[in-house]
Nanobody
Framework: QVQLVESGGGLVQPGGSLRLACVASGSILSFNAMGWYRQAPGKQRELVVT???????NYVDSVKGRFTISRDYALNKVYLQMNSLRSEDTAVYYC?????????WGQGTQVTVSS
């Protein structure tokens, strides 16, 4: 069983930055893929960024140049650095990991961008 716990969400003004963290219960090297998704009120959950064990990283167009994913293999953590935040980035952000064909999700962390 994989457990993922997100942290780092909060309230930030437009143009500000936040760094989200996701800690996994096991080695992130074992996962076929990991990533961040988000769900805004009244909308479907959408992909923000994913990376595969093979090294491929994919960002949704709306965050390219503003968001950066990084990994700390020693701590089994994945980070999402979010810069130049906009009101439309407001959502619950979820960490996701794929292992042996199953997708595992964290409980989510709220990000609110508002003045």
């Amino acid at each position: 069983q994989v457990q993922l716990v997100e942290s780092g969400g909060g309230l930030v003004q437009p143009g500000g930055s936040l760094r989200l963290a996701c800690v996994a219960s096991g080695s992130i090297l074992s996962f076929n893929a990991m990533g961040w998704y988000r769900q805004a009120p009244g909308k479907q959950r959408e992909l923000v960024v994913t990376f595969s064990r093979g090294g491929t990283t994919n960002y949704v167009d709306s965050v390219k140049g503003r968001f950066t994913i990084s990994r700390d293999y020693a701590l089994n953590k994945v980070y999402l650095q979010m810069n130049s935040l906009r009101s439309e980035d407001t959502a619950v952000y979820y960490c996701m990991a794929t292992l042996r064909g199953f997708d595992y999700w964290g409980q989510g962390t709220q990000v609110t961008v508002s003045s």
